[in-house]
């Protein structure tokens, strides 16, 4: 079963005069364990590609099918429970890492599982070992703003993957890092996919970050107009 299927997805802002067509038609599939990279230009249409997959944005037309659930169908359904979808299945990641600031690193993670229903001792033991896992153990009781860009950002990770999502998706994760940081933020990612049999999309617009990614989606104006896939000796 795939873990993301997309079927003519398309969104279009506004009417008339000054309707946009953000995302047009992009059709998909992304296999359990695959690492994917969605790479365009600014204004593309990028995010909107990811944020109508993560239900974020709600798309004009097409289907949406997340671990071989029918999630949304020219539109999000009516009563369909959009949270608990994105808590079950979702974990997201964004350019700028969104820790909150009066909270540690160790919190930050915990605040995830803890709106899932974990107890706190639990999501604590949990917390302390992803942090740990990800070179942060130094760092568990540090509040954002003593964090270095490449600590954010892998606390941000922490978090995102803290309830063990099917697809994670990365909208420009790498964009405030320099390419050392970026580097091994793109690692990391890649080592995730294959140990959690996770779907990762990554939005970039930096051809450095594609290596090492199993599919590559170029986006232009709003279109899907290349694909191409890395052979496993690149990986
Ligand atoms: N909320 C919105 N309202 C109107 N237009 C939008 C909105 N969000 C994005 N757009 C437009 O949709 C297009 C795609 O934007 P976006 O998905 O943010 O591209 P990217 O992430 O590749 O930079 C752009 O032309 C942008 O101006
Ligand atoms: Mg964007």
């Given at each position: 079963m795939y873990a993301v299927q997309i079927e003519r997805l398309t969104k279009i802002y506004?009417?008339?005069?000054?309707?946009?067509?953000?995302?047009?038609d992009a059709t998909f599939d992304v296999a359990p364990g695959e690492l994917v990279a969605i790479l365009g230009p600014s204004g593309s249409g990028k995010t909107t590609l990811l944020t109508t997959i993560g239900l974020v944005t709600e798309p004009t037309r097409g289907r949406v099918v997340l671990d071989g659930e029918l999630?949304?169908?020219?539109g999000w359904p009516p009563g369909l429970d959009l949270k608990r979808v994105r808590r079950e299945k979702l974990g997201f990641i964004f350019q700028h890492h969104n820790l909150i600031p009066f909270l540690t690193t160790v919190e930050n993670v915990m605040i995830a599982l803890e709106n899932n229903g974990v107890s706190t001792k639990e999501a604590r033991a949990r917390s302390m070992e992803l942090l740990e896992s990800l070179g942060l153990s130094q760092r568990l009781d540090h509040y954002p703003s003593l964090l270095s860009g490449g600590e954010s950002q892998r606390t941000a990770i922490a978090r995102a993957l803290a309830n063990r999502p099917r697809i994670i998706l990365a909208d420009e994760p790498t964009a405030a890092l320099d390419t050392e940081n970026g580097k091994n933020v793109m690692r990391l990612l890649k080592a995730l996919a294959v140990e959690n049999d996770s779907a990762i999309l990554v939005v970039t617009h930096?051809?450095?970050?594609?290596?090492?990614?199993d599919r590559i989606f170029e986006v232009s104006d709003g279109r899907i107009v290349g694909e191409r896939r890395n052979g496993s000796d690149n990986a």
């Open positions: 506004g009417s008339g005069a000054t309707e946009v067509v953000a995302l047009a999630i949304v169908d020219n930096d051809h450095r970050m594609v290596e090492g990614f």
